[in-house]
Protein backbone atom coordinates (compact mmCIF):
# COMPACT_ATOMS: atom_id res chain seq x y z
CA UNK A 1 0.00 0.00 0.00
CA UNK A 2 1.19 3.43 -0.70
CA UNK A 3 1.13 5.45 2.44
CA UNK A 4 1.52 9.38 2.65
CA UNK A 5 4.15 10.90 4.96
CA UNK A 6 1.24 11.56 7.92
CA UNK A 7 0.26 7.44 7.55
CA UNK A 8 4.31 6.59 7.40
CA UNK A 9 4.81 9.05 10.80
CA UNK A 10 2.10 7.07 12.62
CA UNK A 11 3.35 3.79 11.65
CA UNK A 12 6.51 4.83 12.56
CA UNK A 13 4.90 6.00 16.00
CA UNK A 14 5.09 9.89 15.78
CA UNK A 15 1.79 9.83 17.81
CA UNK A 16 3.13 7.46 20.58
CA UNK A 17 1.83 3.31 19.88
CA UNK A 18 -1.48 3.50 20.02
CA UNK A 19 -1.88 5.53 16.47
CA UNK A 20 1.21 3.07 15.27
CA UNK A 21 -0.50 0.24 16.27
CA UNK A 22 -3.60 1.08 14.63
CA UNK A 23 -2.08 1.87 11.19
CA UNK A 24 -0.44 -1.32 11.85
CA UNK A 25 -4.24 -2.90 11.89
CA UNK A 26 -5.31 -0.91 8.86
CA UNK A 27 -2.41 -1.88 6.92
CA UNK A 28 -2.73 -6.03 8.05
CA UNK A 29 -6.71 -5.37 6.34
CA UNK A 30 -5.78 -3.28 3.18
CA UNK A 31 -2.54 -5.76 2.96
CA UNK A 32 -5.57 -8.84 2.73
CA UNK A 33 -7.47 -6.97 0.93
CA UNK A 34 -4.99 -5.21 -2.19
CA UNK A 35 -6.22 -1.45 -1.00
CA UNK A 36 -3.86 0.29 -3.00
CA UNK A 37 -3.70 3.29 -0.50
CA UNK A 38 -5.70 4.71 2.66
CA UNK A 39 -8.49 7.19 2.87
CA UNK A 40 -9.44 9.74 5.55
CA UNK A 41 -12.99 9.03 7.28
CA UNK A 42 -15.08 11.35 8.40
CA UNK A 43 -17.03 9.44 11.31
CA UNK A 44 -16.36 6.39 13.09
CA UNK A 45 -19.02 3.81 15.01
CA UNK A 46 -17.27 1.12 17.30
CA UNK A 47 -18.50 -2.34 17.99
CA UNK A 48 -17.96 -4.73 20.60
CA UNK A 49 -18.75 -2.25 23.93
CA UNK A 50 -20.25 -5.02 26.07
CA UNK A 51 -17.98 -6.76 28.52
CA UNK A 52 -19.57 -9.46 27.73
CA UNK A 53 -17.55 -9.43 24.23
CA UNK A 54 -14.67 -7.89 24.98
CA UNK A 55 -14.40 -9.73 28.58
CA UNK A 56 -10.35 -8.97 30.36
CA UNK A 57 -8.65 -9.49 27.16
CA UNK A 58 -10.67 -6.71 25.19
CA UNK A 59 -10.36 -4.12 28.46
CA UNK A 60 -6.74 -4.64 28.45
CA UNK A 61 -6.41 -3.75 24.93
CA UNK A 62 -7.86 -0.40 25.30
CA UNK A 63 -6.19 0.28 28.20
CA UNK A 64 -3.20 -0.06 26.29
CA UNK A 65 -4.19 2.24 23.95
CA UNK A 66 -4.96 4.64 26.31
CA UNK A 67 -1.59 4.78 27.96
CA UNK A 68 -0.13 4.69 24.16
CA UNK A 69 -1.56 7.80 23.37
CA UNK A 70 -4.59 6.86 21.59
CA UNK A 71 -7.13 9.79 20.58
CA UNK A 72 -10.08 9.68 18.12
CA UNK A 73 -9.10 12.10 15.33
CA UNK A 74 -13.00 11.99 14.19
CA UNK A 75 -16.38 12.02 15.50
CA UNK A 76 -16.48 8.64 16.74
CA UNK A 77 -19.45 6.65 18.83
CA UNK A 78 -19.78 3.79 20.42
CA UNK A 79 -22.52 0.71 19.87
CA UNK A 80 -24.74 -0.31 22.84
CA UNK A 81 -22.67 -1.75 25.95
CA UNK A 82 -23.67 -4.55 28.14
CA UNK A 83 -26.12 -2.07 30.26
CA UNK A 84 -27.81 1.33 31.34
CA UNK A 85 -24.83 3.14 32.46
CA UNK A 86 -27.05 5.23 34.66
CA UNK A 87 -29.64 2.53 35.36
CA UNK A 88 -28.19 -0.64 35.75
CA UNK A 89 -29.20 -1.83 38.90
CA UNK A 90 -33.25 -1.28 37.48
CA UNK A 91 -32.09 -3.72 34.91
CA UNK A 92 -30.73 -6.91 37.45
CA UNK A 93 -27.22 -6.57 36.10
CA UNK A 94 -24.55 -7.49 38.89
CA UNK A 95 -22.47 -4.77 40.84
CA UNK A 96 -19.27 -6.96 38.96
CA UNK A 97 -20.21 -6.67 35.55
CA UNK A 98 -21.16 -3.04 35.93
CA UNK A 99 -17.59 -1.98 37.10
CA UNK A 100 -16.19 -3.63 34.43
CA UNK A 101 -18.49 -2.30 31.83
CA UNK A 102 -18.02 1.35 33.39
CA UNK A 103 -14.09 1.06 33.00
CA UNK A 104 -14.81 0.06 29.52
CA UNK A 105 -16.90 3.16 28.70
CA UNK A 106 -13.99 5.01 30.27
CA UNK A 107 -11.36 4.17 28.70
CA UNK A 108 -13.21 4.99 25.43
CA UNK A 109 -13.99 8.70 26.87
CA UNK A 110 -10.36 9.01 27.82
CA UNK A 111 -9.67 8.69 23.76
CA UNK A 112 -12.14 11.00 23.27
CA UNK A 113 -14.79 8.79 22.12
CA UNK A 114 -18.45 10.48 22.44
CA UNK A 115 -19.69 7.62 24.78
CA UNK A 116 -23.10 7.95 23.14
CA UNK A 117 -23.25 3.95 23.02
CA UNK A 118 -26.46 3.08 20.44
CA UNK A 119 -26.67 1.50 17.05
CA UNK A 120 -28.74 4.25 15.80
CA UNK A 121 -26.10 6.64 15.75
CA UNK A 122 -27.30 8.38 12.65
CA UNK A 123 -29.92 9.45 15.63
CA UNK A 124 -27.64 10.23 17.87
CA UNK A 125 -25.54 13.06 16.12
CA UNK A 126 -23.50 10.84 13.99
CA UNK A 127 -25.11 11.04 10.73
CA UNK A 128 -22.56 11.22 7.82
CA UNK A 129 -23.23 12.89 4.21
CA UNK A 130 -23.71 11.43 1.12
CA UNK A 131 -20.88 9.83 -0.53
CA UNK A 132 -18.25 10.17 2.49
CA UNK A 133 -15.60 7.59 3.54
CA UNK A 134 -16.63 6.30 6.92
CA UNK A 135 -15.53 3.77 9.23
CA UNK A 136 -18.56 1.54 11.28
CA UNK A 137 -18.99 -1.46 12.87
CA UNK A 138 -22.12 -2.75 14.04
CA UNK A 139 -23.91 -4.45 10.78
CA UNK A 140 -27.71 -2.47 10.77
CA UNK A 141 -25.93 0.74 10.83
CA UNK A 142 -23.61 0.18 7.77
CA UNK A 143 -26.65 -1.26 5.84
CA UNK A 144 -28.07 1.95 7.06
CA UNK A 145 -25.40 4.16 6.07
CA UNK A 146 -24.22 2.76 3.12
CA UNK A 147 -27.90 2.28 1.39
CA UNK A 148 -29.76 4.55 2.93
CA UNK A 149 -27.68 7.43 3.65
CA UNK A 150 -25.29 6.78 0.64
CA UNK A 151 -21.94 6.87 3.03
CA UNK A 152 -19.65 4.49 2.48
CA UNK A 153 -17.97 1.90 4.85
CA UNK A 154 -17.19 -2.10 5.34
CA UNK A 155 -18.41 -4.26 7.73
CA UNK A 156 -15.98 -3.08 10.30
CA UNK A 157 -14.93 -5.38 13.41
CA UNK A 158 -14.42 -3.63 16.77
CA UNK A 159 -10.28 -2.91 16.62
CA UNK A 160 -10.29 -1.92 13.13
CA UNK A 161 -13.06 0.41 13.73
CA UNK A 162 -10.99 1.82 16.84
CA UNK A 163 -8.24 1.96 14.62
CA UNK A 164 -9.66 4.16 12.13
CA UNK A 165 -10.62 6.52 14.91
CA UNK A 166 -7.35 6.67 16.42
CA UNK A 167 -5.85 7.37 13.01
CA UNK A 168 -8.93 9.42 10.42
CA UNK A 169 -7.89 6.42 8.03
CA UNK A 170 -9.47 3.38 6.98
CA UNK A 171 -7.94 0.97 4.20
CA UNK A 172 -9.48 1.82 0.46
CA UNK A 173 -11.29 -1.31 -0.35
CA UNK A 174 -15.08 -2.92 -0.45
CA UNK A 175 -17.83 -0.57 -0.44
CA UNK A 176 -15.56 2.07 -0.99
CA UNK A 177 -14.89 1.19 -4.38
CA UNK A 178 -17.67 2.00 -6.94
CA UNK A 179 -17.36 -0.71 -8.60
CA UNK A 180 -18.18 -2.97 -5.83
CA UNK A 181 -21.16 -0.82 -4.98
CA UNK A 182 -23.15 -1.94 -8.03
CA UNK A 183 -25.92 -4.37 -8.05
CA UNK A 184 -25.84 -7.70 -8.41
CA UNK A 185 -28.97 -9.06 -8.00
CA UNK A 186 -32.72 -7.92 -8.92
CA UNK A 187 -35.09 -9.01 -6.22
CA UNK A 188 -38.84 -8.83 -6.97
CA UNK A 189 -40.83 -7.93 -3.61
CA UNK A 190 -44.68 -9.03 -4.69
CA UNK A 191 -46.39 -8.73 -1.11
CA UNK A 192 -47.40 -5.53 0.56
CA UNK A 193 -44.83 -4.54 3.09
CA UNK A 194 -46.06 -2.26 6.01
CA UNK A 195 -44.32 -2.14 9.34
CA UNK A 196 -41.14 -2.71 11.32
CA UNK A 197 -42.06 -6.08 11.91
CA UNK A 198 -43.05 -6.92 8.06
CA UNK A 199 -39.54 -5.32 6.77
CA UNK A 200 -37.57 -7.13 9.40
CA UNK A 201 -39.18 -10.29 7.89
CA UNK A 202 -38.56 -9.32 4.32
CA UNK A 203 -34.94 -8.43 5.34
CA UNK A 204 -34.87 -12.43 6.81
CA UNK A 205 -36.01 -13.74 3.55
CA UNK A 206 -33.95 -11.30 1.02
CA UNK A 207 -30.98 -12.31 3.55
CA UNK A 208 -31.82 -16.18 2.95
CA UNK A 209 -32.26 -16.05 -0.53
CA UNK A 210 -29.12 -14.28 -1.50
CA UNK A 211 -26.05 -16.30 -0.86
CA UNK A 212 -23.06 -15.01 1.87
CA UNK A 213 -20.56 -13.70 -0.11
CA UNK A 214 -18.49 -11.54 2.43
CA UNK A 215 -20.99 -8.56 2.61
CA UNK A 216 -20.10 -8.21 -1.83
CA UNK A 217 -23.58 -8.99 -2.83
CA UNK A 218 -25.79 -6.53 -3.62
CA UNK A 219 -29.15 -6.75 -3.90
CA UNK A 220 -31.56 -4.32 -5.85
CA UNK A 221 -35.34 -4.28 -4.10
CA UNK A 222 -37.77 -3.93 -6.33
CA UNK A 223 -41.20 -3.29 -5.59
CA UNK A 224 -41.30 -1.32 -2.07
CA UNK A 225 -43.12 1.96 -2.92
CA UNK A 226 -42.77 3.76 0.29
CA UNK A 227 -40.16 3.18 3.87
CA UNK A 228 -40.23 5.04 6.62
CA UNK A 229 -36.97 5.26 8.59
CA UNK A 230 -37.97 3.23 10.76
CA UNK A 231 -39.22 0.59 8.33
CA UNK A 232 -35.44 1.02 6.81
CA UNK A 233 -33.79 0.62 9.86
CA UNK A 234 -35.33 -2.82 10.86
CA UNK A 235 -35.06 -4.14 7.32
CA UNK A 236 -31.12 -3.23 7.31
CA UNK A 237 -30.97 -5.06 10.50
CA UNK A 238 -32.45 -7.86 9.42
CA UNK A 239 -30.89 -8.29 5.97
CA UNK A 240 -27.60 -7.85 7.70
CA UNK A 241 -27.97 -10.43 10.18
CA UNK A 242 -29.55 -12.89 8.08
CA UNK A 243 -27.91 -12.58 5.12
CA UNK A 244 -24.56 -10.54 5.63
CA UNK A 245 -26.04 -7.85 3.85
CA UNK A 246 -23.64 -4.53 3.53
CA UNK A 247 -25.56 -2.16 1.25
CA UNK A 248 -29.03 -2.81 -1.16
CA UNK A 249 -30.36 -0.19 -3.57
CA UNK A 250 -34.21 0.30 -3.91
CA UNK A 251 -35.30 2.79 -6.66
CA UNK A 252 -37.48 5.84 -5.40
CA UNK A 253 -35.77 5.29 -1.52
CA UNK A 254 -32.18 4.97 -1.46
CA UNK A 255 -29.76 7.62 -2.86
CA UNK A 256 -27.64 5.63 -5.18
CA UNK A 257 -30.53 3.23 -7.25
CA UNK A 258 -31.39 5.52 -9.80
CA UNK A 259 -27.18 5.19 -11.02
CA UNK A 260 -28.04 1.43 -11.76
CA UNK A 261 -30.52 -0.83 -14.19
CA UNK A 262 -31.87 -3.78 -12.64
CA UNK A 263 -29.28 -6.77 -12.75
CA UNK A 264 -30.42 -9.86 -15.09
CA UNK A 265 -30.12 -12.49 -12.64
CA UNK A 266 -33.42 -11.95 -10.35
CA UNK A 267 -35.50 -13.52 -7.72
CA UNK A 268 -39.09 -13.22 -6.60
CA UNK A 269 -40.46 -12.97 -3.04
CA UNK A 270 -43.95 -13.57 -2.56
CA UNK A 271 -46.43 -13.64 0.58
CA UNK A 272 -46.18 -17.64 1.44
CA UNK A 273 -42.23 -16.99 2.20
CA UNK A 274 -42.83 -13.98 4.02
CA UNK A 275 -45.78 -15.65 6.61
CA UNK A 276 -43.24 -18.66 6.75
CA UNK A 277 -40.66 -16.41 7.63
CA UNK A 278 -42.97 -14.68 10.47
CA UNK A 279 -43.74 -18.22 11.38
CA UNK A 280 -40.28 -19.53 11.98
CA UNK A 281 -39.16 -17.20 14.68
CA UNK A 282 -42.35 -18.11 16.33
CA UNK A 283 -41.99 -21.12 18.53
CA UNK A 284 -43.21 -19.53 21.60
CA UNK A 285 -46.97 -19.83 22.86
CA UNK A 286 -48.19 -16.18 23.87
CA UNK A 287 -48.19 -17.91 27.89
CA UNK A 288 -44.88 -18.51 27.88
CA UNK A 289 -43.47 -15.08 27.00
CA UNK A 290 -41.82 -13.56 30.26
CA UNK A 291 -39.40 -10.69 28.52
CA UNK A 292 -40.24 -8.36 26.18
CA UNK A 293 -38.07 -5.69 23.70
CA UNK A 294 -38.86 -2.72 21.53
CA UNK A 295 -35.98 -0.94 19.96
CA UNK A 296 -34.19 -3.49 17.66
CA UNK A 297 -31.93 -1.45 16.09
CA UNK A 298 -32.48 1.19 19.38
CA UNK A 299 -35.89 3.65 18.81
CA UNK A 300 -36.58 6.33 17.27
CA UNK A 301 -38.47 9.18 19.02
CA UNK A 302 -41.32 8.78 16.55
CA UNK A 303 -41.52 4.74 17.74
CA UNK A 304 -41.09 5.88 21.25
CA UNK A 305 -44.00 8.32 20.87
CA UNK A 306 -46.31 5.52 19.76
CA UNK A 307 -44.98 3.49 22.94
CA UNK A 308 -46.26 6.20 25.13
CA UNK A 309 -49.51 6.57 23.63
CA UNK A 310 -50.50 2.95 23.59
CA UNK A 311 -49.26 2.66 27.42
CA UNK A 312 -51.04 5.47 28.42
CA UNK A 313 -52.77 5.28 31.90
CA UNK A 314 -52.00 1.23 31.71
CA UNK A 315 -49.77 -1.22 33.64
CA UNK A 316 -47.59 -3.73 32.39
CA UNK A 317 -47.92 -7.51 33.21
CA UNK A 318 -44.13 -8.84 32.35
CA UNK A 319 -40.25 -7.24 32.11
CA UNK A 320 -40.60 -4.46 29.15
CA UNK A 321 -37.66 -2.75 28.14
CA UNK A 322 -37.74 -0.17 25.68
CA UNK A 323 -34.28 0.30 24.18
CA UNK A 324 -32.92 3.55 22.80
CA UNK A 325 -29.79 6.09 22.73
CA UNK A 326 -29.06 8.55 25.89
CA UNK A 327 -29.85 11.63 23.81
CA UNK A 328 -33.25 9.86 22.39
CA UNK A 329 -34.11 8.76 25.98
CA UNK A 330 -33.87 13.07 26.65
CA UNK A 331 -35.95 14.04 24.03
CA UNK A 332 -38.63 11.49 25.24
CA UNK A 333 -38.43 13.26 29.07
CA UNK A 334 -38.39 16.50 27.57
CA UNK A 335 -41.43 15.60 25.59
CA UNK A 336 -43.34 13.66 28.32
CA UNK A 337 -43.10 10.55 26.77
CA UNK A 338 -40.63 8.69 29.26
CA UNK A 339 -42.93 9.22 32.27
CA UNK A 340 -45.97 7.70 30.70
CA UNK A 341 -43.97 4.56 29.92
CA UNK A 342 -42.30 4.58 33.16
CA UNK A 343 -45.56 5.10 35.14
CA UNK A 344 -46.62 1.92 33.55
CA UNK A 345 -44.04 -0.34 34.76
CA UNK A 346 -42.08 -0.46 31.24
CA UNK A 347 -38.06 0.27 31.64
CA UNK A 348 -36.16 2.63 30.11
CA UNK A 349 -32.87 0.62 29.29
CA UNK A 350 -30.84 2.80 27.31
CA UNK A 351 -27.07 2.58 26.24
CA UNK A 352 -27.98 -1.12 25.96
CA UNK A 353 -30.57 -3.68 24.43
CA UNK A 354 -32.15 -6.79 24.66
CA UNK A 355 -29.31 -8.93 23.09
CA UNK A 356 -26.03 -7.16 24.50
CA UNK A 357 -26.91 -7.92 27.91
CA UNK A 358 -25.59 -9.97 29.96
CA UNK A 359 -29.07 -11.71 30.29
CA UNK A 360 -28.71 -15.52 29.78
CA UNK A 361 -30.90 -17.49 31.82
CA UNK A 362 -32.81 -14.50 33.33
CA UNK A 363 -36.07 -14.80 30.66
CA UNK A 364 -37.54 -18.14 28.73
CA UNK A 365 -39.24 -16.72 26.49
CA UNK A 366 -39.41 -12.88 23.78
CA UNK A 367 -41.35 -10.48 22.38
CA UNK A 368 -40.34 -8.51 20.21
CA UNK A 369 -41.12 -6.42 16.33
CA UNK A 370 -37.35 -7.39 15.32
CA UNK A 371 -36.53 -10.34 13.34
CA UNK A 372 -32.95 -9.51 14.36
CA UNK A 373 -33.61 -9.56 18.08
CA UNK A 374 -35.24 -12.97 17.45
CA UNK A 375 -32.14 -14.32 15.76
CA UNK A 376 -29.58 -13.36 18.87
CA UNK A 377 -32.36 -14.32 21.43
CA UNK A 378 -32.47 -17.73 20.38
CA UNK A 379 -28.48 -17.96 19.17
CA UNK A 380 -27.02 -16.04 22.38
CA UNK A 381 -28.93 -16.48 25.24
CA UNK A 382 -31.09 -19.42 24.01
CA UNK A 383 -34.69 -17.75 24.38
CA UNK A 384 -37.41 -19.13 22.53
CA UNK A 385 -39.15 -15.67 20.64
CA UNK A 386 -42.69 -14.39 19.41
CA UNK A 387 -42.58 -12.42 16.60
CA UNK A 388 -44.74 -9.51 16.60
CA UNK A 389 -46.20 -6.30 14.58
CA UNK A 390 -44.65 -3.01 16.94
CA UNK A 391 -48.34 -2.60 18.61
CA UNK A 392 -49.02 -5.92 19.43
CA UNK A 393 -45.96 -5.72 21.34
CA UNK A 394 -47.13 -3.40 23.71
CA UNK A 395 -50.64 -5.21 23.90
CA UNK A 396 -48.71 -8.34 24.86
CA UNK A 397 -47.10 -6.50 27.71
CA UNK A 398 -50.75 -5.58 28.97
CA UNK A 399 -52.07 -8.85 28.60
CA UNK A 400 -53.18 -9.86 31.82
CA UNK A 401 -52.61 -13.61 32.63
CA UNK A 402 -55.84 -15.23 32.33
FE1 LIG B 1 -28.89 -2.71 18.10
FE2 LIG B 1 -28.76 -4.58 19.90
FE3 LIG B 1 -30.36 -4.83 17.83
S1 LIG B 1 -27.06 -3.47 19.08
S2 LIG B 1 -29.38 -3.70 16.18
S3 LIG B 1 -30.52 -3.29 19.46
S4 LIG B 1 -29.06 -6.41 18.66
Known amino acids: MRLTKEEQAMLDGAGGSAPAKAMEILLALGTIYEAERMAPVT ?115 GPSALAASLTGRTALYGMHLDHNRAPTLTVNVEVK ?35 TLEELKSLCASIGTYGGVALFHMPGITPEAGQYVPPQDSVHINQAELEAAVQSMNDADADEIDFLSLGCPHLSIKEIARIAELLAGKQVQREFWITTSRPTKQIADMMGYAGIIEESGAKFAVDTCCVVAPIKGRFNALATDSAKACFYAYAKNNFKTRFLPFDEVVSEALREEK
Not at 198 to 222: C, D, N, R, T, W
Open 193 to 227: TTGSHHFGALGKVIGEKIEKSEGKLVPYIMGIKNA
Open 43 to 157: SVQIAGVSYDNLGESGLKFLTEMVQGGGTARVLTTLNPAGMDIHNWRQLGIDADFAAKQERIIQAFADMGVVTTCTCTPYLAGNLPHFGEHIAWAESSAVCYANSVIGARTNREG
